[in-house]
């Protein structure tokens, strides 16, 4: 799998099998799924991230398709899925790094980029919006900028 494959890694819904549950015990499990399965290194790079976070959490390297976390009450699902989804990015950030490393690539920041503060804040409500149904295979192909 390629770095750009990687990089299309996301939360995209919860694992419709596993629903989030109100049970007799004082935790609700989330299990969110992923967009594609990650690789093993993506995965372990998830875990070691995902042990020192508020939510812990953590994926299954051998199916690396599932991460799972837990809150103690249903007020706590979006703070929870919001740092699922930092924590996603964190990981793809750590496996990108160190595969750029391993191949000697040297990171290249290039020329900066100065956006304007209306640019940034119409960058942020577009980032923001939730939309209602999956990425069409053009959305998953386009290049990103970070």
Same mark, same amino acid.
């Given at each position: 799998m390629g770095m750009e494959g990687i990089s299309d890694i996301k939360i995209c819904g +919860? &694992? !419709?099998?596993?629903? *989030?549950? +109100? @049970?007799?015990? *004082?935790? +609700?499990d989330l299990i969110f799924k992923l967009t594609h399965e990650a690789p093993k !290194?993506?995965? &372990? &790079?998830?875990? =070691?991230l995902g042990g020192k976070r508020e939510y812990k959490a953590k994926i &299954?390297?051998?199916v690396g398709l599932y991460v799972e976390t837990w809150v103690r009450k249903p007020a706590e699902v979006e703070k =929870?899925?919001? =740092?699922?989804k930092e924590l996603v990015d964190a990981a793809t950030k750590e496996y990108i790094a160190r595969a750029r490393a391993k191949a000697g690539i040297k990171e290249d920041k290039g020329p900066a980029v100065v956006l304007s503060p209306e640019?940034? !804040? @119409?960058n942020r +409500?577009? =980032?923001? @919006?939730d939309y209602d149904v999956p990425e069409t295979d053009f959305e998953a192909r386009r290049v990103s900028l970070d």
């Amino acid at each position: 799998m390629g770095m750009e494959g990687i990089s299309d890694i996301k939360i995209c819904g +919860i &694992d !419709e099998m596993r629903p *989030p549950k +109100i @049970l007799s015990s *004082p935790y +609700i499990d989330l299990i969110f799924k992923l967009t594609h399965e990650a690789p093993k !290194e993506w995965c &372990d &790079d998830f875990n =070691a991230l995902g042990g020192k976070r508020e939510y812990k959490a953590k994926i &299954d390297p051998k199916v690396g398709l599932y991460v799972e976390t837990w809150v103690r009450k249903p007020a706590e699902v979006e703070k =929870a899925f919001m =740092a699922m989804k930092e924590l996603v990015d964190a990981a793809t950030k750590e496996y990108i790094a160190r595969a750029r490393a391993k191949a000697g690539i040297k990171e290249d920041k290039g020329p900066a980029v100065v956006l304007s503060p209306e640019q940034v !804040e @119409l960058n942020r +409500i577009v =980032a923001g @919006l939730d939309y209602d149904v999956p990425e069409t295979d053009f959305e998953a192909r386009r290049v990103s900028l970070d």
